[in-house]
């Protein structure tokens, strides 16, 4: 176990250094962020003071090693828009994307399981069809265009909702959430359930698959024919079973969700991590840019780290010492 | 979850109809992404009308761009190198500490200081060469050389109280330092979503109309437009072409337009002897550069059918231009008209300069700067294509765009300038004065257009203390420089805002947007 480990430790440290050196080197390729940063009405001192002033004037390899001398202390650097450090600007996100996150997955668990029992149950009935027909519109419908429906038909000619931002906001231990006001609720009810719906579809076609599956097996017959009653069948036994590939594939799509809300997050004006991203993409902010990929990957690596010490767990014929990555 | 009980969904419903503002408070849907409180970190349009609320300028600039007094009452020059400023009496602080001639040097101080700032305000006041306090209400700057510019530089940048001359940005930020004299109060800065003003009931210039401002960034166009739809906001800026004749029939919303300062033009490079993107149809390098013949430049300029791009691809929503800034602003030429659309007089200019047949040219463009500026190029390619210039399209995201075009990469493009300065000087010296890094001229000539004629009447302007002389030499510059295409004007954007119907807004030519400008019509 300490052998994987520290093994496992070691690649890691590999992989973040990589990643970091290609964004690096790829942001640098795409342009220089002083020509976006600087007022046009700026003459060429005022152009090279800034270049000094974010370290820009020095070559491509000394930037680099400036970077990796300080993020070695934790330190990886300063945002070139907010002049904060971009760890900090990416943790500061962190709230608002993680309980848009848990909202969206616990939405598709909540309406993607039961859609899905019911659909491998009855799998030819209209309601079943329906249930396929609607996970299949989950699938390929492209996110920004249902956000978009969503805010017409809700915000504008219902008025139910609010159409973008996130509302009030609590602080609890210096964090900001919306979850806890009534307000904050009502602004993330359309950016989750957009964030959802994609999941949502995953889930109903997995339980599905697995409920079919299951209702054929002998433990199944068995109980029948021990005469359990069809709820207790399916509740506590079936249930059970099609729950294993669910979950495990519901623990990867979080971590995918947490880092890649992007598109809902920009039509709903959601302040998170998405946002951030994108509007430093634009803006060619390399330290935040670099910062938050090293933050998604290390989250990746965190997660695959406890999928296999817990699959070591679970089941004992897997050997932690014999897995290679 | 939530469960929507019918009463809770009946009330919501007429909240909305209603209107949901509650009483004076006020929420606008800002375009742009606004980065700092501090006034003098980021020199960026979105961080200066945020911050414009907060604090107040020695010299402010109305809806149109004139210099009115702010926290100087008034100012002259006292000789060809001294400016008089007279302070503002009676004016406090957020904290209700007096202002006086002590912030102003304190001010002037921080201005250069700012520490990692990616686009100074010390462009404003790098001409200064002393400061000298007369008296607490009364401050003299003096200059190496005469500068005229003067006034308008001191309503580049924002007054703060000395007792935060050495404070950092972020205390800014977190709301410490962001004490001014203007007629909001900073209550919250969140960064990425939202900005929460409330009204300074201290403010020298009397009552405000909102008791409470909350300023959200939607920088998602169509969801900014959905916002307004919905009620949650009720005004927005950067309006939308696609939906702006939607939202002037709209009976809910009121659509406020005025001609910007922002001209969109085509730089050609007419510097270099061989140019990276213009060849002969065939593929082949020409001998010269035919962007060095003011014939080739002037065909081009007559080739393009200006009144169509602004009615079918800006949607009405621009005004065709002949110079560098629409007319009424300080310095443009009552001589200077819109090119007229003659593509048969292009062709014989073209077969003059020893082109009958054309040539090959890439029009480079960003694709996410300028409202439409991809589609403008497009229409610009197909009209020079017709009159033999065979021109091919290639858009290119800004952040890409930017740099390539300022290592001179490119033969054509399109561009867009505002002038901050609200008159002709400025476009005049960033983007046609022959370029020099000495000086602080062309620092945006990416055409490298160099001409003795604009350059010597823009120098003389640039000394001329004398408003209506160097209005004079100003008109002399432009002329020059435009008879000359040095850059080809297309058109000038029109700014839009739309708000709730119930609202109006005065809408500005720098493109800002003020609650200050925002006011009830009805109820």
Same mark, same amino acid.
């Given at each position: 176990?300490?052998?994987?480990?520290?093994?496992?430790?070691?690649?890691?440290?590999?992989?973040?250094?990589?990643?970091?050196?290609?964004?690096?080197?790829?942001?640098?390729?795409?342009?220089?962020?002083?020509?976006?940063?600087?007022?046009?009405?700026?003459?060429?001192?005022?152009?090279?003071?800034?270049?000094?002033?974010?370290?820009?004037?020095?070559?491509?390899?000394?930037?680099?090693?400036?970077?990796?001398?300080?993020?070695?202390?934790?330190?990886?650097?300063?945002?070139?828009?907010?002049?904060?450090?971009?760890?900090?600007?990416?943790?500061?996100?962190?709230?608002?994307?993680?309980?848009?996150?848990?909202?969206?997955?616990?939405?598709?668990?909540?309406?993607?399981?039961?859609?899905?029992?019911?659909?491998?149950?009855?799998?030819?009935?209209?309601?079943?069809?329906? +249930?396929?027909?609607?996970?299949?519109?989950?699938?390929?419908?492209?996110?920004?265009?249902?956000?978009?429906?969503?805010?017409?038909?809700?915000?504008?000619?219902?008025?139910?909702?609010?159409?973008?931002?996130?509302?009030?906001?609590?602080?609890?231990?210096?964090?900001?959430?919306s979850i806890l006001t009534r307000d904050g609720?009502?602004?993330?009810?359309?950016?989750?359930?957009?964030?959802?719906?994609?999941?949502?579809?995953?889930?109903?076609?997995?339980?599905?698959?697995?409920?079919?599956?299951?209702?054929?097996?002998?433990?199944?017959?068995?109980?029948?024919?021990?005469?359990?009653?069809?709820?207790?069948?399916?509740?506590?036994?079936?249930?059970?079973?099609?729950?294993?590939?669910?979950?495990?594939?519901?623990?990867?799509?979080?971590?995918?969700?947490?880092?890649?809300?992007?598109?809902?997050?920009?039509?709903?004006?959601?302040?998170?991590?998405?946002?951030?991203?994108?509007?430093?993409?634009?803006?060619?902010?390399?330290?935040? +840019?670099?910062?938050?990929?090293?933050?998604?990957?290390?989250?990746?690596?965190?997660?695959?780290?406890?999928v296999d010490i817990l699959y070591s767990v679970?089941?004992?014929?897997?050997?932690?010492?014999?897995?290679?990555? | 979850?939530?469960?929507?009980?019918?009463?809770?969904?009946?009330?919501?419903?007429?909240?909305?109809?209603?209107?949901? $503002?509650?009483?004076?408070?006020?929420?606008?849907?800002?375009?742009?992404?606004?980065?700092?409180?501090?006034?003098?970190?980021?020199?960026?349009?979105?961080?200066?009308?945020?911050?414009?609320?907060?604090?107040?300028?020695?010299?402010?600039?109305?809806?149109?761009?004139?210099?009115?007094?702010?926290?100087?009452?008034?100012?002259?020059?006292?000789?060809?190198?001294?400016?008089?400023?007279?302070?503002?009496?009676?004016?406090?602080?957020?904290?209700?500490?007096?202002?006086?001639?002590?912030?102003?040097?304190?001010?002037?101080?921080?201005?250069?200081?700012?520490?990692?700032?990616?686009?100074?305000?010390?462009?404003?006041?790098?001409? @200064?060469?002393?400061?000298?306090?007369?008296?607490?209400?009364?401050?003299?700057?003096?200059?190496?050389?005469?500068?005229?510019?003067?006034?308008?530089?001191?309503?580049?940048?924002a007054i703060i109280s000395d007792a935060f001359?050495?404070?950092?940005?972020?205390?800014?930020?977190?709301?410490?330092?962001?004490?001014?004299?203007?007629?909001?109060?900073?209550?919250?800065?969140?960064?990425?979503?939202?900005?929460?003003?409330?009204?300074?009931?201290?403010?020298?210039?009397?009552?405000?109309?909102?008791?409470?401002?909350?300023?959200?960034?939607?920088?998602?166009?169509?969801?900014?437009?959905?916002?307004?739809?919905?009620?949650?906001?009720? @005004?927005?800026?950067?309006?939308?072409?696609?939906?702006?004749?939607?939202?002037?029939?709209?009976?809910?919303?009121?659509?406020?337009?005025?001609?910007?300062?922002?001209?969109?033009?085509?730089?050609?490079?007419?510097?270099?002897?061989?140019?990276?993107?213009?060849?002969?149809?065939?593929?082949?390098?020409?001998?010269?550069?035919?962007?060095?013949?003011?014939?080739?430049?002037?065909?081009?300029?007559? $080739?393009?059918?200006?009144?169509?791009?602004?009615?079918?691809?800006?949607?009405?929503?621009?005004?065709?231009?002949?110079?560098?800034?629409?007319?009424?602003?300080?310095?443009?030429?009552?001589?200077?008209?819109?090119?007229?659309?003659?593509?048969?007089?292009?062709?014989?200019?073209?077969?003059?300069?020893?082109?009958?047949?054309?040539?090959?040219?890439?029009?480079?463009?960003?694709?996410?700067?300028?409202?439409?500026?991809?589609?403008?190029?497009?229409?610009?390619?197909?009209?020079?294509?017709?009159?033999?210039?065979?021109?091919?399209?290639?858009?290119?995201?800004? $952040?890409?765009?930017?740099?390539?075009?300022?290592?001179?990469?490119?033969?054509?493009?399109?561009?867009?300038?505002?002038?901050?300065?609200?008159?002709?000087?400025?476009?005049?010296?960033?983007?046609?004065?022959?370029?020099?890094?000495?000086?602080?001229?062309?620092?945006?000539?990416?055409?490298?257009?160099?001409?003795?004629?604009?350059?010597?009447?823009?120098?003389?302007?640039?000394?001329?203390?004398?408003?209506?002389?160097?209005?004079?030499?100003?008109?002399?510059?432009?002329?020059?420089?435009?008879?000359?295409?040095?850059? @080809?004007?297309?058109?000038?954007?029109?700014?839009?805002?739309?708000?709730?119907?119930?609202?109006?807004?005065?809408?500005?030519?720098?493109?800002?947007?003020?609650?200050?400008?925002?006011?009830?019509?009805?109820?």
């Amino acid at each position: 176990m300490t052998v994987f480990l520290i093994r496992r430790l070691m690649q890691s440290v590999v992989v973040l250094f990589v990643m970091s050196l290609i964004v690096f080197v790829g942001v640098y390729a795409i342009g220089n962020p002083i020509d976006i940063l600087i007022s046009p009405e700026a003459d060429q001192m005022e152009r090279e003071r800034a270049i000094r002033a974010l370290g820009l004037d020095l070559p491509l390899w000394e930037q680099y090693a400036v970077f990796l001398q300080r993020a070695v202390l934790g330190d990886l650097g300063r945002s070139f828009a907010f002049s904060t450090p971009a760890l900090q600007l990416i943790v500061e996100r962190m709230p608002a994307t993680l309980e848009l996150a848990i909202a969206a997955m616990g939405i598709s668990i909540a309406i993607g399981i039961p859609l899905g029992m019911w659909a491998g149950f009855r799998p030819e009935s209209v309601a079943g069809r329906a +249930i396929m027909a609607g996970s299949i519109l989950g699938f390929s419908l492209p996110t920004f265009w249902v956000g978009l429906m969503l805010i017409m038909v809700f915000a504008v000619h219902l008025g139910w909702l609010p159409s973008t931002g996130r509302g009030e906001t609590v602080e609890v231990f210096g964090i900001r959430l919306s979850i806890l006001t009534r307000d904050g609720i009502a602004h993330m009810i359309l950016p989750a359930f957009n964030l959802a719906l994609f999941k949502m579809a995953l889930v109903i076609r997995l339980t599905r698959a697995g409920m079919r599956e299951n209702l054929l097996m002998d433990y199944v017959k068995f109980a029948r024919a021990k005469g359990l009653s069809t709820g207790r069948v399916i509740f506590v036994h079936v249930m059970k079973n099609i729950m294993i590939p669910v979950v495990t594939i519901l623990g990867l799509e979080l971590g995918s969700v947490i880092a890649f809300a992007v598109v809902t997050e920009t039509i709903f004006a959601w302040p998170g991590m998405g946002k951030l991203i994108i509007d430093s993409i634009n803006q060619l902010d390399r330290p935040v +840019i670099v910062a938050y990929l090293l933050v998604t990957v290390s989250m990746f690596i965190i997660i695959n780290l406890v999928v296999d010490i817990l699959y070591s767990v679970l089941d004992p014929r897997v050997r932690l010492k014999e897995m290679k990555s | 979850m939530m469960m929507l009980r019918p009463g809770w969904l009946l009330a919501a419903t007429l909240t909305v109809a209603a209107g949901t $503002a509650s009483g004076a408070d006020l929420t606008i849907g800002l375009g742009g992404a606004v980065s700092a409180m501090d006034p003098h970190y980021h020199n960026v349009a979105t961080n200066n009308m945020v911050t414009r609320h907060i604090f107040g300028r020695l010299v402010d600039q109305d809806a149109r761009q004139k210099l009115i007094p702010d926290l100087a009452e008034s100012w002259k020059a006292v000789d060809d190198t001294t400016w008089e400023f007279k302070l503002r009496k009676g004016v406090k602080f957020h904290d209700g500490s007096d202002f006086d001639a002590k912030d102003v040097v304190a001010t002037l101080s921080r201005v250069p200081w700012v520490p990692n700032s990616p686009s100074s305000f010390a462009i404003f006041t790098g001409q @200064i060469t002393e400061t000298k306090v007369i008296d607490p209400y009364t401050i003299q700057m003096k200059t190496a050389q005469p500068f005229p510019l003067m006034p308008v530089f001191m309503s580049g940048f924002a007054i703060i109280s000395d007792a935060f001359e050495r404070a950092p940005t972020e205390d800014f930020n977190s709301g410490k330092a962001a004490i001014g004299t203007g007629p909001y109060k900073l209550k919250q800065f969140v960064r990425g979503d939202r900005i929460e003003l409330e009204k300074f009931d201290g403010y020298w210039g009397g009552k405000q109309d909102w008791d409470k401002v909350s300023v959200r960034q939607i920088t998602n166009s169509a969801a900014r437009v959905a916002a307004l739809l919905s009620g949650d906001v009720q @005004i927005i800026d950067q309006v939308p072409t696609a939906d702006f004749a939607r939202l002037k029939k709209d009976p809910n919303t009121v659509v406020s337009s005025v001609v910007s300062n922002r001209l969109i033009y085509l730089a050609m490079d007419s510097n270099r002897d061989q140019t990276p993107f213009v060849t002969g149809k065939d593929g082949q390098p020409l001998a010269k550069n035919p962007l060095k013949d003011v014939r080739v430049r002037k065909a081009m300029s007559m $080739a393009i059918n200006r009144p169509a791009i602004v009615d079918r691809v800006m949607e009405g929503q621009a005004i065709a231009a002949g110079q560098l800034l629409p007319e009424g602003f300080f310095g443009t030429s009552p001589n200077l008209k819109v090119e007229k659309f003659n593509a048969d007089g292009a062709k014989k200019l073209l077969a003059e300069a020893g082109y009958p047949s054309g040539f090959a040219i890439t029009l480079h463009t960003p694709n996410d700067r300028y409202l439409n500026d991809e589609k403008v190029a497009q229409a610009v390619a197909q009209m020079l294509t017709r009159v033999g210039i065979q021109t091919k399209v290639e858009a290119l995201p800004f $952040a890409t765009y930017a740099p390539r075009s300022s290592k001179l990469e490119f033969s054509f493009m399109l561009f867009g300038w505002g002038s901050g300065t609200g008159e002709v000087s400025s476009p005049l010296r960033s983007l046609l004065a022959t370029y020099d890094s000495k000086k602080g001229n062309g620092p945006s000539n990416r055409g490298r257009y160099s001409n003795p004629k604009v350059d010597e009447a823009l120098e003389a302007a640039l000394r001329t203390v004398d408003d209506a002389a160097r209005q004079k030499l100003l008109q002399q510059a432009s002329e020059a420089a435009i008879n000359d295409v040095g850059l @080809i004007p297309l058109h000038y954007n029109i700014n839009n805002w739309a708000t709730r119907k119930g609202y109006s807004y005065e809408p500005r030519s720098d493109e800002s947007t003020l609650a200050m400008g925002v006011k009830r019509t009805s109820r």
